[in-house]
């Protein structure tokens, strides 16, 4: 056998099983394509029922980077001025004692203007687009104190980038909460790294193309492996990040051809649709039939029109994975 | 190209739009905004074909070939560069003038070496011949193939790609096996011809090749866009596990190593100010990573990583090669 476990899905998800199966001793292999739902995120994290070694898989995971260094409900910004729960703070998370929003021209991540009508407590200000000297410099001549700014940095730039700005401009700084942009990339980043560390071996840019009993497809390039598994975790996402598809009119599991739900509409914005969104597959205590397992948004209830978070998410898997470990 | 969900996940991939944007608009813009209205831009030749806007499109949309299938709208190209390596495949065959080389014409692996080989810029065929042997291959170069026709096909130069198919066919066909260099080979002959080739590294993943102990070096190693996403990530694990094998080997792990060199796709040749700036901004990170040598497998990449003369930068068989016992 190639591995114990082959799990299909690289976000918050499929990485939390990864980590923890792969920590039990497991050989896990984790195939992992395209943008997860978890890099399109805010990239924030708020705990909703509690589970201590979750919280510190998650402190680990963030370490190196300068990310969830500490614990702290606190309410942050949003690029459109409203407010945002989060539980993990990284060095500039807390925005909410922010007076002025910074835009850069031409960075569509944040718009100071609309953050300042909506909060009436923020001054805005519109910076030039430069390299990190040139935008201290900008930065220094607004008056405030702790400015909010968007997201600049990815995961290997931002401690020191951040640290470097605040140093230089003389500002604390802080950053808005923005989906799809970098502070969700660097979420799955250290996430991903998480569970390479752990072990697992990880398949990016790679595709589970199809499944027979007790092997799967592999499509890498051009070219096509086989790998053998003593168990498939199906922790693809829900529609948008492809663990889900939209097939006609049936919602359906794209590898195994798991129907979900039947969509009566085509249109984008109907009930119906909000409701295969919302559905996922069954997977009765984690099991979705024999020797495969689901978890994370393809699982029913679990997907974000239902409210469900990230950490919603990686406590499904967290707990998934256990049952995973105990079965095999 | 309906798909398109505004994502822009593609617009934060793109090195061209994180670095050009005076220039380059981005790949939703060329690829799903502009045909939509069946429109052309000169635009489209900014783009290294690096594939990264595809690999993180939750859409899986074919970008790539949207713009390449743009700039055959707009063939023949107009910027200087792209007509030169235009005129000299009407010429000579090849995209780089090719140059003498001593290789044996018959055997039983056939070694496609590739314009950027046969010019001797990087990946000189006596030394991948020498690796193959090393290898247990018989290799052979057969005197009459000609360029493969990628770089062409970047440029939109359909009928001229035919022409040098034809003219490479039969040779390929005949081979017991064929093995390329040049990840731009590779994933055309597979593709393209319907001729199964293997990249020298998957070729070399089963082989048993003894290394010297050379001298300590820390390696960057560089992933061609053309290989690891194009023939597949699969190749640059293999490439790994080989220079790990290496005594006095240490491959660094920087985080930047995905990102393209800015050369391919034929930007080399028509923004080659352009190709340089991306390349230095790679060799700078290279650099601060505290790397002594940028390894690249793809003789390509390595041809533009060495123009900024920060580090040296070598195609990685000529590397192999160079400390085999």
């Keep these: 056998m190639d591995c114990d476990v082959l799990v299909v899905g690289g976000g918050a998800a499929g990485c939390t099983m990864s980590y923890r199966l792969s920590k039990a001793g497991m050989n896990v292999a984790l195939v992992t394509s395209g943008t997860p739902a978890t890099a399109m995120s805010c990239g924030r994290i708020k705990v909703t029922e509690e589970n201590k070694e979750l919280r510190q898989f998650i402190r680990q995971a963030g370490e190196k980077y300068g990310l969830f260094t500490e614990e702290r409900e606190v309410q942050a910004y949003t690029n459109k001025g409203t407010l945002y729960s989060q539980s993990f703070l990284s060095d500039y998370d807390d925005s909410s004692q922010a007076r002025a929003a910074a835009g850069i021209e031409g960075n569509k991540d944040f718009n100071p203007d609309l953050a300042a009508r909506i909060t009436g407590r923020l001054t805005p200000y519109w910076i030039r687009q430069a390299d990190l000297d040139e935008t201290a410099e900008s930065l220094k001549e607004i008056p405030e104190e702790m400015i909010i700014i968007p997201p600049l940095f990815d995961i290997r730039h931002y401690r020191s980038s951040m640290k470097k700005l605040e140093e230089q401009s003389g500002r604390k700084l802080r950053e808005a909460v923005t989906p799809l942009s970098l502070p969700g990339k660097r979420l799955h980043e250290c996430l991903i790294q998480a569970a390479k560390a752990a072990g697992t071996r990880v398949l990016e840019g790679r595709k589970v193309t199809d499944i027979t009993a007790q092997s799967a497809l592999i499509q890498s390039g051009i070219r096509e492996q086989e790998m053998t598994y003593g168990a498939l975790v199906l922790a693809g996402g829900n529609l948008i990040s492809g663990g889900l598809v939209l097939d006609g009119n049936m919602v359906r599991e794209p590898l195994l051809g798991i129907n979900v739900t039947e969509v009566a509409s085509t249109r984008l914005r109907s009930a119906e649709l909000t409701e295969a969104l919302s559905s996922g597959i069954c997977a009765h205590g984690c099991r979705a039939a024999a020797g495969v397992y689901a978890c994370g948004s393809i699982v029913a209830g679990m997907s974000y029109p239902l409210n469900k978070g990230l950490w919603d998410v990686m406590l499904n898997a967290w707990n998934a994975a256990e049952k995973v470990r105990d079965a095999l | ?325």
């Design chain 2, 1 to 325: 190209m309906n798909g398109c969900i505004k994502c822009g996940e593609c617009l934060t991939a793109c090195h061209a739009y994180r670095h050009l944007r005076d220039q380059f608009s981005g790949p939703r813009r060329l690829a799903v905004e502009y045909p939509r209205f069946n429109d052309t831009s000169e635009e489209a030749f900014i783009c290294t074909t690096c594939g990264y806007c595809e690999e993180v499109c939750p859409s899986e949309l074919a970008i790539t070939q949207a713009i390449v299938q743009m700039r055959g709208k707009m063939f023949p190209p107009q910027n200087e560069g792209q007509k030169k390596v235009l005129e000299l495949a009407y010429r000579t065959d090849h995209s780089v003038e090719p140059k003498e080389y001593s290789a044996p014409e018959k055997g039983k692996t056939l070694l496609f070496p590739g314009c950027v080989g046969k010019g001797r810029l990087a990946g000189r065929p006596e030394e991948v011949i020498k690796l193959l042997t090393a290898a247990g291959a018989e290799p052979y170069i057969h005197p009459g193939l000609v360029c493969c026709g990628s770089p062409l096909s970047k440029m939109g130069a359909a009928e001229e790609v035919e022409r040098l198919k034809n003219i490479n066919y039969p040779l390929l066909s005949e081979a017991e096996k064929v093995v390329t260099v040049c990840p731009g080979c590779t994933t055309m002959i597979n593709k393209s011809y319907g001729i199964a080739a293997l990249h020298i590294l998957e070729y070399l993943q089963d082989a048993e090749l003894n290394f010297i102990d050379g001298d300590d070096v820390r390696v960057y190693l560089h992933h061609p866009c053309h290989l690891s996403r194009g023939v597949g990530p699969h190749v640059m694990d293999i490439a790994k596990e080989i220079l790990d094998s290496m005594p006095g080997v240490t491959v660094l792990d920087c985080g930047s190593e995905k990102d393209c060199c800015g050369g391919g796709g034929g930007v080399l040749a028509a923004y080659p100010r352009e190709a340089y700036a991306t390349a230095d901004l790679k060799v700078k990170e290279a650099q601060e990573a505290g790397a002594d040598l940028i390894v690249a497998p793809c003789p390509f990449c390595a041809v533009n990583l060495r123009r900024p003369k920060r580090l040296k930068a070598v195609e990685m068989s000529e590397f192999l090669c160079s400390r085999l016992k």
